[in-house]
């Protein structure tokens, strides 16, 4: 009698999604939920450093002396006099054991801008100010303030940030600059807007988003696989600036001071990543949700510069979010009134959120955002569509990003 295989093939079908699902499950379990705990993790080792030990987020040595190095810090200023008026003594006055100098460079040499500088210099001898030209045109303004600003330093540690920062913590240069050491050229530091300013309708998202930005470039770095920083609150060696010859790689692009300039001279030994809370910077943005766009854009354009590896990454865990999506509504439609796949994907569904929920909690907390449960998930798988418009209008207007355009 002969003997005829019979597959369920439905059944075989259900079963194969069903491994699928489980396998985005254990996919964004392992991989994705150990990038955001990195940042957590980070920050609790920074802030149980004693005596300001050094706090590092690569494999190099830390200095032993715990001496810290000499260290100029360069404010890029356009045209926000009142808001340098507020960080100035906020960072003249930082307890810092070594020397250190500030300058302020004022992109388009404003008046006002100047007068301030002016009277904060009559009581502080380290206080200097440069500017830039108002006339300067098919050039990146900012490139060409900071690297004024690199020039007229006197110290090999240049530590950077913008006129609308606010620094609350009297330690903060002393945070970032223990990082440094023989092997040791950056020091990445964390920013975070002023999330009380930003009250408009999608603002909930808008703090997601900058969290979700963030996490991919710190998470790298403390990996020993840096790629970008954040101009608000960076720091690197004047040295590797010209051995590099400064921007000259992207002087074609408005862009790129801190995210194509860093991507050129980091390596996984010469980076460190800096998280306690004393060390970070707020930004003060006058209009929240507009500037966030701008700013979206312009890393949207720049990205495409970047080193892949973190982005390919990135973009996998978005897809494995969505098979698992797309894979259990439908194993779901098509089992009913079967309740027993559809509890394997209830079971499956709560194992994937109940932890990334915690873990993007804890994400959020230690970068100082807004606290956020339930619209995880959402924002999470919203996420991928709304960076697409912002690729897409850089598509569409690709020449506004080009210093020749003006």
Known sequence: MPFYLNFDIPGLCISIMLSAISACVIYLLILYRGRINRIAKHQSKCES????DNCKGTTTQPNESGSLPPASIIIYANDEASSLAHLLPQIIEQDYPAPFEVIVVNDGASEATKDVVTEFESIYPNLYLTFTPDNSRSLSRKKLALTLGIKAARYDIAVFTNANSRIHSNKW???ITRNFNEDTDIVIGHATPDISSDTNIGKRFRAFDRVADSIPYLSAAIGNAPYRGFSYNLAYRRSCFFENKGFSR???LHYGDDDIFINEICTKNNTAVELSKQSFVECKFHHPAKTHSELKRRYSYTARYLRK?????????SLAFWIWLILSI??????????FPSAIIAFLALSLWIPIIISWRKALSALKSRKLLFTIPI???????YNAIFKIKNKRNMRRNHTWIK
Do not use: D, H
Not at 330 to 339: D, F, G, M, R, Y
Not at 379 to 385: D, E, S, T
């Open 49 to 52: 450093s004693n005596n300001l």
């Open 173 to 175: 240069l002393s945070l």
């Open 250 to 252: 992207s002087l074609n």
């Open 309 to 317: 590896k973190s982005q390919l990454f990135w973009g996998s865990c």
């Open 330 to 339: 439908t194993v779901i439609a098509t089992t009913l009134p079967n309740l």
């Open 379 to 385: 924002f999470i798988l919203m996420r991928p569509f």
